[in-house]
């Protein structure tokens, strides 16, 4: 998936020199104080944020709890937002930006590590830029929009060595440490399916199946829009788009799974080796449409043996009413004061969730840091003395990752593990698409069944932005 070098642009800017380095491999990257010579423990991690509104906002507001971190510099595309209002009130002494251009020409100096919480399409520039001038990244999930820019963003995190985290909050939390004691323990072994499945109601739901074109707005004052597009199909501005909607179509964003999938299949996928799948399958569509996700989709992904890991598979459902069945034998035992006969009754779905089965023990977790718990409920009664137990107070993933750039500790969420993550939920996304069964060959890394589909894993960039292909 690695693309061949690219002889460098004429252009000696200072940008362009390091990308044009890049190209060939050979450039020295810029190192960032916490490499961090000149630092001391009590110095504060200089941020540049990228993306302030919704969801950017929240992040922004989270990781400036922390005394360690000093938010010098502000960047969206829609500045006179209402939607980025706030963030530019409550930091007037950061520095205003329109174009990530240029906040890392004008301050690539000042800045120690990056936060990056645009829509999913356009991460994958910014953060090869953040990373080929040394800048740490924390980066929203999904990590990117294709498989190919996920294989490159691992590539140059490997090559420049910055920190780098995936903003899958839950990485950082209960049910991650939870799951690391009880696997290296042997308590969760031998693991053959799982099910996971998002059914709270989406954006796109209700009207998402009847689209035959994208609608057309007039471009609000001040939004750069070829800018908000970046490497993405060129359309039109619409409020469908921005500035919440761009999850909803597949040239822009990754639906619920993309969503979703980082906070509910995490520890699973790494502590379990799981990787890439060889066969993904498209089980239901409801309402399927070639510009937005579904109403309601079931996807399944075949895994195949990992070491003595048994073959697992992984059974996705989102759709307000695509609800996974769980058998009525991992139900509480309930007494009816009318009889006074004993029954199961039926296992009450989290929303989200996932029911992970394996050879001895049935586990059932929510999402992000929520506490797996054995099935049936009387099981869990009679071990809970004996499960492994685990470290319960540990640095969130904001705290986490602004430490790991003072090498006081390691990111939970390296684009190492949270690349090949997001790699799973990009196939997924493709079989949400086109429909059918995709065979994936995991080592020559390509779906060797559908050109279409091969196609889509790393499709070329709109014009102008080939560049950050090429670091």
Same mark, same amino acid.
């Given at each position: 998936?690695?693309?061949?070098?690219?002889?460098?642009?004429?252009?000696?800017?200072?940008?362009?020199?390091?990308?044009?380095?890049?190209?060939?491999?050979?450039?020295?990257?810029?190192?960032?104080?916490?490499?961090?010579?000149?630092?001391?423990?009590?110095?504060?991690?200089?941020?540049?944020?990228?993306?302030?509104?919704?969801?950017?906002?929240?992040?922004?507001?989270?990781?400036?709890?922390?005394?360690?971190?000093?938010?010098?510099?502000?960047?969206?595309?829609?500045?006179?937002?209402?939607?980025?209002?706030?963030?530019?009130?409550?930091?007037?002494?950061?520095?205003?930006?329109?174009?990530?251009?240029?906040?890392?020409?004008?301050?690539?100096?000042?800045?120690?590590?990056?936060?990056?919480?645009?829509?999913?399409?356009?991460?994958?520039?910014?953060?090869?830029?953040?990373?080929?001038?040394?800048?740490?990244?924390?980066?929203?999930?999904?990590?990117?929009?294709?498989?190919?820019?996920?294989?490159?963003?691992?590539?140059?995190?490997?090559?420049?060595?910055?920190?780098?985290?995936?903003?899958?909050?839950?990485?950082?939390?209960?049910?991650?440490?939870?799951?690391?004691?009880?696997?290296?323990?042997?308590?969760?072994?031998?693991?053959?399916?799982?099910?996971?499945?998002?059914?709270?109601?989406?954006?796109?739901?209700?009207?998402?199946?009847?689209?035959?074109?994208?609608?057309?707005?007039?471009?609000?004052?001040?939004?750069?829009?070829?800018?908000?597009?970046?490497?993405?199909?060129?359309?039109?501005?619409?409020?469908?788009?921005?500035?919440?909607?761009?999850?909803?179509?597949?040239?822009?964003?990754?639906?619920?799974?993309?969503?979703?999938?980082?906070?509910?299949?995490?520890?699973? $996928? *790494?502590?379990?080796?799981?990787? #890439? @799948?060889?066969?993904?399958?498209?089980?239901? +569509?409801?309402?399927?449409?070639? !510009?937005?996700?579904?109403?309601?989709?079931?996807?399944?992904?075949?895994?195949?043996?990992?070491?003595?890991?048994?073959?697992?598979?992984?059974?996705?459902?989102?759709?307000?009413?695509?609800?996974?069945?769980?058998?009525?034998?991992?139900?509480?035992?309930?007494?009816?004061?009318?009889?006074?006969?004993?029954?199961?009754?039926?296992?009450?779905?989290?929303?989200?969730?996932?029911?992970?089965?394996?050879?001895?023990?049935?586990?059932?977790?929510?999402? $992000? *840091?929520?506490?797996?718990?054995? #099935? @049936?409920?009387?099981?869990?009664?009679?071990? +809970?003395?004996?499960?492994?137990? !685990?470290?319960?107070?540990?640095?969130?993933?904001?705290?986490?990752?602004?430490?790991?750039?003072?090498?006081?500790?390691?990111?939970?969420?390296?684009?190492?593990?949270?690349?090949?993550?997001?790699?799973?939920?990009?196939?997924?996304?493709?079989?949400?698409?086109?429909?059918?069964?995709?065979?994936?060959?995991?080592?020559?890394?390509?779906?060797?069944?559908?050109?279409?589909?091969?196609?889509?894993?790393?499709?070329?960039?709109?014009?102008?932005?080939?560049?950050?292909?090429?670091?």
């Amino acid at each position: 998936m690695k693309p061949t070098p690219a002889a460098p642009p004429a252009d000696v800017s200072r940008r362009n020199f390091l990308k044009a380095s890049a190209a060939f491999g050979a450039f020295a990257f810029l190192p960032s104080r916490m490499l961090w010579g000149a630092g001391t423990p009590n110095e504060k991690v200089r941020l540049a944020c990228i993306g302030i509104g919704n969801r950017g906002k929240a992040n922004i507001n989270n990781i400036a709890q922390n005394e360690i971190c000093e938010i010098v510099a502000l960047c969206d595309v829609d500045l006179q937002g209402e939607h980025t209002a706030e963030i530019q009130k409550n930091f007037p002494k950061a520095r205003k930006f329109s174009d990530f251009r240029k906040l890392f020409d004008e301050m690539a100096d000042q800045i120690d590590a990056v936060l990056i919480s645009t829509p999913d399409h356009s991460h994958f520039s910014i953060t090869m830029l953040a990373m080929s001038l040394g800048k740490h990244v924390y980066v929203e999930k999904p990590l990117a929009h294709t498989f190919g820019q996920v294989e490159r963003l691992m590539d140059l995190a490997q090559r420049s060595g910055v920190v780098t985290q995936m903003g899958n909050q839950g990485h950082s939390g209960a049910n991650y440490f939870q799951f690391k004691a009880w696997t290296e323990a042997g308590f969760i072994k031998d693991v053959t399916r799982i099910t996971a499945h998002m059914n709270n109601k989406r954006r796109w739901h209700g009207w998402g199946q009847d689209v035959t074109a994208y609608p057309q707005h007039p471009v609000p004052a001040g939004m750069d829009w070829d800018l908000w597009m970046d490497y993405a199909p060129e359309h039109p501005f619409s409020d469908k788009l921005h500035p919440a909607e761009w999850r909803s179509w597949f040239d822009y964003g990754s639906g619920a799974f993309g969503d979703w999938g980082p906070h509910i299949l995490d520890t699973c $996928h *790494e502590f379990l080796h799981l990787g #890439l @799948p060889q066969k993904i399958s498209a089980v239901k +569509r409801e309402g399927a449409n070639e !510009f937005v996700f579904p109403q309601a989709s079931t996807i399944k992904f075949a895994f195949p043996k990992r070491g003595d890991m048994p073959k697992c598979d992984i059974t996705w459902y989102d759709g307000t009413e695509n609800i996974p069945e769980v058998e009525a034998e991992y139900g509480k035992l309930e007494k009816d004061p009318a009889t006074g006969k004993t029954s199961r009754a039926p296992v009450e779905i989290k929303k989200p969730g996932k029911i992970i089965y394996s050879k001895d023990l049935v586990f059932q977790g929510g999402s $992000h *840091e929520d506490y797996l718990k054995i #099935l @049936p409920y009387e099981k869990y009664m009679d071990m +809970r003395r004996h499960l492994p137990r !685990f470290p319960q107070k540990n640095s969130n993933h904001y705290l986490n990752f602004l430490r790991a750039c003072k090498g006081e500790e390691q990111s939970r969420s390296p684009f190492s593990v949270s690349g090949p993550l997001t790699q799973v939920f990009n196939l997924g996304c493709i079989a949400q698409r086109l429909g059918g069964t995709l065979k994936f060959s995991r080592t020559d890394k390509r779906i060797t069944n559908n050109k279409l589909a091969n196609a889509l894993l790393d499709p070329a960039p709109r014009k102008g932005w080939e560049q950050y292909y090429r670091l």
